[in-house]
């Protein structure tokens, strides 16, 4: 749709576009453009990064002269706490004695022993976990306000509990924004 506004907008000059092969094309374009000032800036910089990151207390597994790599994942620790209120959780405990008997396959026990929905962790009926979830998905800067139905398709790919859908419509209501 933006291309075709743009085509709609552009439609009503009368212009050409030309195409000048290398040195007649005196302005410089993107893929020509030299790039050592950018390298010599990078690697002015590389030193009061590099003192960021070993602040962050990052290990680095391989670096040479020519430059470096380096990784950072962010995780936030709700799964954990998801996990240790699953240890808690009543309901989820009685499903676990479940799993034991075969009772429940459409529920899992992994290894670590978190307790899963069709692959979906289980969130615990814990009141905490459940808002800061649900805060999570709908004020975070990645999900801005999203409605009901968005919100719900984004968190039933990892997340499963009773009554997720109603909670969410709750949620949402109550969104003053």
Same mark, same amino acid.
């Given at each position: 749709m933006r291309q075709r506004r743009w085509l709609d907008f552009l439609k009503d000059y009368d212009f050409k576009i030309n195409y000048h092969p290398r040195k007649t094309n005196v302005v410089a374009d993107a893929l020509r453009r030299n790039t050592s000032s950018l390298v010599a800036y990078m690697n002015i910089q590389r030193n009061s990064k590099m003192i960021e990151l070993v602040d962050l207390k990052l290990r680095f597994l391989s670096e040479t002269n020519e430059? $470096?790599?380096?990784? *950072?994942? +962010?995780?936030?620790?709700?799964?954990?706490? %998801?996990?240790?209120?699953q240890k808690e959780d009543l309901?989820?405990?009685?499903?676990?004695?479940?799993?034991?008997?075969?009772?429940?396959?459409?529920?899992?026990?992994?290894?670590?022993?978190?307790?899963? $929905?069709?692959?979906? *962790?289980? +969130?615990?009926?814990?009141?905490?976990?459940? %808002?800061?979830?649900?805060?999570?998905?709908?004020?975070?800067?990645?999900?801005?306000?999203?409605g009901t139905t968005k919100m719900y398709r984004d968190l039933r790919q990892n997340y499963w509990w009773r009554g997720i859908k109603r909670d969410i419509a709750e949620f949402v209501s109550k969104c003053l924004i």
């Open positions: 430059g $470096f790599l380096a990784c *950072l994942m +962010v995780q936030s620790d709700l799964v954990e706490r %998801i996990k240790e209120g309901y989820l405990q009685m499903i676990v004695k479940e799993i034991a008997q075969g009772a429940r396959p459409e529920f899992l026990q992994i290894k670590d022993g978190s307790i899963t $929905f069709h692959n979906h *962790l289980c +969130v615990p009926e814990s009141h905490l976990v459940k %808002i800061q979830l649900l805060e999570e998905a709908h004020r975070s800067k990645f999900n801005i306000h999203p």
